[in-house]
């Protein structure tokens, strides 16, 4: 789905994610701008596309142009003004970039995690208060009705 996003709309991709990750020298990780990540956000985009384009969208007329094209200063305004009113496409547009950027396997050296799918050796978790579940264990059972 390498057509996904137009050139502007890379740009802006590029220009958001970089704000929402932004590279560290010291844990040696890219920012989500990185050019591998941003492949692979768009390779990936599938049934989000609409969603990342609607909201990329948003950002463009937030900014009167592309997001890209703003000084640092003017990008802060219109994203903390975009953050406010962006809705569920600039949940899509988060979630996408997060889940693309914490797949890289530079950032998982950088976590200290295998360089492997989770599944089928999983991962370790801390153990919780199970007995949280309680309440919801008590309920009655919920009753689908056929239509």
């Not at 890209?68 to 979630?95: I, K, Q």
């Not at 295998?114 to 919801?136: H, I, N, T």
């Amino acid at each position: 789905m390498t057509d996904a996003l137009t050139p502007a709309q890379r740009d802006d991709l590029r220009a958001i994610a970089a704000m929402m990750i932004p590279a560290s020298a010291e844990y040696d990780v890219p920012g989500a701008d990185d050019a591998a990540i941003q492949a692979d956000i768009i390779m990936t985009l599938g049934r989000d596309a609409a969603q990342v384009r609607a909201a990329l969208d948003h950002l463009a007329r937030l900014a009167g142009r592309p997001l890209a094209a703003l000084d640092a200063t003017e990008r802060e305004r219109v994203v903390a003004e975009f953050r406010s009113a962006g809705g569920a496409a600039a949940a899509t547009l988060t979630r996408v970039v997060l889940q693309c950027y914490y797949r890289d396997d530079r950032v998982l050296r950088s976590l200290g995690l295998e360089l492997r799918a989770p599944f089928p050796k999983g991962y370790p978790l801390e153990q919780g208060d199970w007995s949280l579940l309680d309440p919801v264990k008590a309920r009655a059972p919920v009753r689908h009705s056929k239509p």
